[in-house]
C-alpha cells in the first residue's frame, strides 16, 4: 500500500546520487509541487546532491532543479524550456547529453524489461551518432552512452540503459490503495514505464495527484499505474496539480468532451500563416500527419479554415491521435482527440515509418540540406523528437521563415513584399549541429521540402535545388543575398501559388 505523504517528506525520500527520473511534455503533466520542494530542501540544506536526472520531452518546470550541486548529470530530449539547465550545461557544471525524445521515451520501457538499452536507427549521422558527438553537449561530458552496433547485417545504434531508482510522476487521482488515475491529462506519456522502471531497480515511485478517493472507486480500466508500483502519493489542490489547465478545456483535452473547431480562432495572413498555406497544398487524402510546434502548428489551423481538417489525421508524439494539435504552453494536447496513447507508442508507431507526412520548424539550413534545431551556438535547445519524426516520416517538410530576428512581410493582392528583413540568416553554408542528416535523407530515398514566406526548396542528389519563388520577391535581391551558398537553380522557379497571398481562403476543399 502507497504511503500519503506531503511535498516535503516526498524530497526528503530522495537521497545523494540518485538517478531520478521526471515525466512531463511542456507544461503538460509535470509534479510541479514535488519539484519545488526538493528544491526548498536542497537550497535550506545542501542535499540531496549530485543527482542524475533523465526525462524524454522537454518540461518547463525543470527549471526548479537547475542547481549547481543537486545535478551531477542530465540527459534530456529537450532543453530549451529549462534555461537553467542549459546554463549549467554551458558552463560544464554537470555532464550532459541530448538524446532523441523518443528513444529515451522506449529506453523507459526497455530498462522496466532490465534489458541492455535500446537498438534502433534512429540518430544515424545526427550529432548522437557517437561518430559526431554522441549526444554531448559539453566538455565536461566523457562517458559514451550511445554505441554502434551492427545486427542482422544493419547498422544501428544502442542507447545504453541508466537504471533510475527514483521518479516523480503526476495523475489525476489516487484511491486508498494507491492505485493512479490520468482522467483529466491531455497526455499519458511514459509515466507507467518510468514507474516499472524505477520498480524494476528496486526504487521509489512517488506521484503527485489533484485528489484521492476511496478504494474501489476508479474503474480498474481507468487505473494507469497500479498501487503495486507506487511507494508514496502527494495529494495537493487540483489547481496546483493541474498549473497548465485552461479554463473549460480539461475534458476536451482528455478527450472527454468535444467541441465544434469552427470555434478555434483565424490566423492573421502573416509569415507564419503563408507558409502554412503553402504547407496545406501537400496535404493527401488521409494523411497520417505530425505537426511540430510553432510554425508548423499553422497548418492545423489552415486546414481547419479551409474546410479539411477531416482531410487528414493530425497526430502529436506526446500520444494524442485525431483531433487539432494546442499550441504554446499546451503542446503535446489536442482539441477532440479520437484517443491518448502513451509517448513510447506514438514514437513506435512514428519509428517504423507510420507518418505520411510530418512538418517541422527549420532553424539553420545548410546547402547539404543538413538541419539544425538542437544547439544554436553556446544556446542549448535539444531535440526533442525531431530526429524521430524526421528520419522516418515517409514525406518531410521543415517550414520557417526565410530569415529571423526582426523580420516583416506584407501580402497583399496575390503578391510578398519584405518591409523589414531579418537580421539573422537561417540558410547557411554548414550548420553548428547536426539534427536532422541530408545525406542519410538522400541514402534513404527521402523526399525533403524547405518551406519559406519566399521560397521553396527541395533536396535532391546535389544538394538544395530552389523551385518556388513567392510572387514580387527578386531572386537575387530577396533570397541569394541572404543565402551563404548558392542553391542550384535550373531554368526559371516557378511561382507560388497566388492565392496564398491573399486575404480569402484559398480554396482547398477537394
Given at each position: 500500500?502507497?504511503?500519503?505523504?506531503?511535498?516535503?517528506?516526498?524530497?526528503?525520500?530522495?537521497?545523494?546520487?540518485?538517478?531520478?527520473?521526471?515525466?512531463?511534455?511542456?507544461?503538460?503533466?509535470?509534479?510541479?509541487?514535488?519539484?519545488?520542494?526538493?528544491?526548498?530542501?536542497?537550497?535550506?540544506?545542501?542535499?540531496?546532491?549530485?543527482?542524475?536526472?533523465?526525462?524524454?520531452?522537454?518540461?518547463?518546470?525543470?527549471?526548479?532543479?537547475?542547481?549547481?550541486?543537486?545535478?551531477?548529470?542530465?540527459?534530456?530530449?529537450?532543453?530549451?524550456?529549462?534555461?537553467?539547465?542549459?546554463?549549467?550545461?554551458?558552463?560544464?557544471?554537470?555532464?550532459?547529453?541530448?538524446?532523441?525524445?523518443?528513444?529515451?521515451?522506449?529506453?523507459?520501457?526497455?530498462?522496466?524489461?532490465?534489458?541492455?538499452?535500446?537498438?534502433?536507427?534512429?540518430?544515424?549521422?545526427?550529432?548522437?551518432?557517437?561518430?559526431?558527438?554522441?549526444?554531448?553537449?559539453?566538455?565536461?561530458?566523457?562517458e559514451d552512452i550511445v554505441e554502434v552496433v551492427t545486427l542482422g547485417g544493419r547498422?544501428?545504434?544502442?542507447?545504453?540503459?541508466?537504471?533510475?531508482?527514483?521518479?516523480?510522476?503526476?495523475?489525476?487521482?489516487?484511491?486508498?490503495?494507491?492505485?493512479?488515475?490520468?482522467?483529466?491529462?491531455?497526455?499519458?506519456?511514459?509515466?507507467?514505464?518510468?514507474?516499472?522502471?524505477v520498480k524494476a531497480n528496486g526504487g521509489k515511485v512517488i506521484v503527485q495527484v489533484?485528489?484521492?478517493?476511496?478504494?474501489?472507486?476508479?474503474?480498474?480500466?481507468?487505473?494507469?499505474?497500479?498501487?503495486?508500483?507506487?511507494?508514496?502519493?502527494?495529494?495537493?489542490?487540483?489547481?496546483?496539480?493541474?498549473?497548465?489547465?485552461?479554463?473549460?478545456?480539461?475534458?476536451?483535452?482528455?478527450?472527454?468532451?468535444?467541441?465544434?473547431?469552427?470555434?478555434?480562432?483565424?490566423?492573421?495572413?502573416?509569415?507564419?500563416?503563408?507558409?502554412?498555406?503553402?504547407?496545406?497544398?501537400?496535404?493527401?487524402?488521409?494523411?497520417?500527419?505530425?505537426?511540430?510546434?510553432?510554425?508548423?502548428?499553422?497548418?492545423?489551423?489552415?486546414?481547419?479554415?479551409?474546410?479539411?481538417?477531416?482531410?487528414?489525421?493530425?497526430?502529436?508524439?506526446?500520444?494524442?491521435?485525431?483531433?487539432?494539435?494546442?499550441?504554446?504552453?499546451?503542446?503535446?494536447?489536442?482539441?477532440?482527440?479520437?484517443?491518448?496513447?502513451?509517448?513510447?507508442?506514438?514514437?513506435?508507431?512514428?519509428?517504423?515509418?507510420?507518418?505520411?507526412?510530418?512538418?517541422?520548424?527549420?532553424?539553420?539550413?545548410?546547402?547539404?540540406?543538413?538541419?539544425?534545431?538542437?544547439?544554436?551556438?553556446?544556446?542549448?535547445?535539444?531535440?526533442?523528437?525531431?530526429?524521430?519524426?524526421?528520419?522516418?516520416?515517409?514525406?518531410?517538410?521543415?517550414?520557417?521563415?526565410?530569415?529571423?530576428?526582426?523580420?516583416?512581410?506584407?501580402?497583399?493582392?496575390?503578391?510578398?513584399?519584405?518591409?523589414?528583413?531579418?537580421s539573422v540568416k537561417k540558410f547557411l553554408k554548414k550548420v553548428g549541429h547536426v539534427?536532422?542528416?541530408?545525406?542519410?535523407?538522400?541514402?534513404?530515398?527521402?523526399?525533403?521540402?524547405?518551406?519559406?514566406?519566399?521560397?521553396?526548396?527541395?533536396?535532391?542528389?546535389?544538394?538544395?535545388?530552389?523551385?518556388?519563388?513567392?510572387?514580387?520577391?527578386?531572386?537575387?535581391?530577396?533570397?541569394?543575398?541572404?543565402?551563404?551558398?548558392?542553391?542550384?537553380?535550373?531554368?526559371?522557379?516557378?511561382?507560388?501559388?497566388?492565392?496564398?497571398?491573399?486575404?480569402?481562403?484559398?480554396?482547398?476543399?477537394?
Amino acid at each position: 500500500m502507497a504511503k500519503f505523504i506531503s511535498p516535503e517528506e516526498a524530497a526528503a525520500l530522495v537521497n545523494d546520487n540518485d538517478i531520478l527520473a521526471t515525466e512531463g511534455f511542456v507544461r503538460n503533466m509535470f509534479p510541479e509541487q514535488l519539484a519545488c520542494a526538493l528544491e526548498e530542501r536542497f537550497l535550506k540544506t545542501g542535499s540531496p546532491k549530485n543527482l542524475t536526472l533523465i526525462y524524454a520531452a522537454g518540461q518547463a518546470d525543470l527549471n526548479h532543479l537547475g542547481h549547481e550541486g543537486l545535478l551531477k548529470r542530465v540527459i534530456g530530449g529537450h532543453w530549451n524550456l529549462s534555461p537553467n539547465l542549459g546554463k549549467l550545461a554551458v558552463e560544464n557544471k554537470i555532464e550532459a547529453y541530448n538524446l532523441p525524445q523518443g528513444t529515451i521515451a522506449q529506453l523507459f520501457r526497455d530498462t522496466a524489461a532490465g534489458k541492455v538499452g535500446t537498438v534502433t536507427h534512429v540518430g544515424l549521422k545526427t550529432f548522437v551518432d557517437p561518430r559526431l558527438d554522441g549526444g554531448k553537449l559539453n566538455s565536461a561530458t566523457k562517458e559514451d552512452i550511445v554505441e554502434v552496433v551492427t545486427l542482422g547485417g544493419r547498422e544501428q545504434l544502442l542507447y545504453k540503459a541508466h537504471r533510475p531508482n527514483c521518479c516523480f510522476l503526476r495523475g489525476t487521482c489516487a484511491d486508498e490503495k494507491g492505485n493512479i488515475s490520468f482522467e483529466s491529462e491531455g497526455v499519458t506519456l511514459g509515466a507507467l514505464s518510468i514507474a516499472q522502471a524505477v520498480k524494476a531497480n528496486g526504487g521509489k515511485v512517488i506521484v503527485q495527484v489533484g485528489k484521492v478517493v476511496k478504494a474501489g472507486s476508479i474503474d480498474s480500466k481507468s487505473v494507469r499505474i497500479p498501487h503495486i508500483y507506487v511507494d508514496a502519493v502527494v495529494e495537493v489542490p487540483f489547481e496546483k496539480n493541474m498549473t497548465e489547465a485552461l479554463p473549460g478545456m480539461i475534458d476536451v483535452h482528455a478527450g472527454m468532451k468535444k467541441i465544434p473547431t469552427s470555434s478555434l480562432p483565424p490566423l492573421p495572413l502573416d509569415e507564419r500563416k503563408i507558409i502554412g498555406r503553402r504547407c496545406a497544398f501537400e496535404l493527401t487524402p488521409n494523411a497520417i500527419v505530425n505537426l511540430g510546434i510553432g510554425v508548423p502548428e499553422a497548418v492545423a489551423m489552415v486546414a481547419n479554415e479551409e474546410g479539411i481538417g477531416d482531410y487528414m489525421t493530425l497526430t502529436v508524439e506526446a500520444g494524442p491521435v485525431g483531433g487539432v494539435p494546442a499550441g504554446g504552453g499546451l503542446f503535446g494536447c489536442s482539441v477532440n482527440p479520437d484517443c491518448i496513447l502513451d509517448q513510447a507508442y506514438q514514437f513506435d508507431f512514428y519509428d517504423g515509418g507510420g507518418l505520411d507526412l510530418a512538418y517541422l520548424g527549420l532553424a539553420e539550413c545548410d546547402e547539404k540540406g543538413n538541419i539544425n534545431v538542437s544547439k544554436m551556438g553556446p544556446r542549448i535547445t535539444g531535440c526533442g523528437g525531431f530526429i524521430n519524426i524526421t528520419q522516418n516520416a515517409k514525406r518531410l517538410f521543415y517550414c520557417g521563415t526565410f530569415t529571423a530576428k526582426g523580420l516583416k512581410v506584407k501580402a497583399e493582392n496575390g503578391k510578398l513584399s519584405i518591409e523589414q528583413e531579418g537580421s539573422v540568416k537561417k540558410f547557411l553554408k554548414k550548420v553548428g549541429h547536426v539534427t536532422f542528416s541530408g545525406e542519410y535523407a538522400v541514402q534513404t530515398g527521402q523526399p525533403v521540402l524547405y518551406i519559406t514566406e519566399r521560397a521553396v526548396f527541395e533536396l535532391q542528389k546535389d544538394g538544395l535545388h530552389l523551385i518556388e519563388v513567392a510572387p514580387g520577391i527578386d531572386i537575387e535581391k530577396d533570397i541569394l543575398q541572404h543565402m551563404e551558398f548558392k542553391p542550384v537553380i535550373k531554368g526559371q522557379p516557378k511561382l507560388m501559388d497566388a492565392r496564398i497571398f491573399k486575404s480569402e481562403p484559398v480554396g482547398l476543399v477537394k
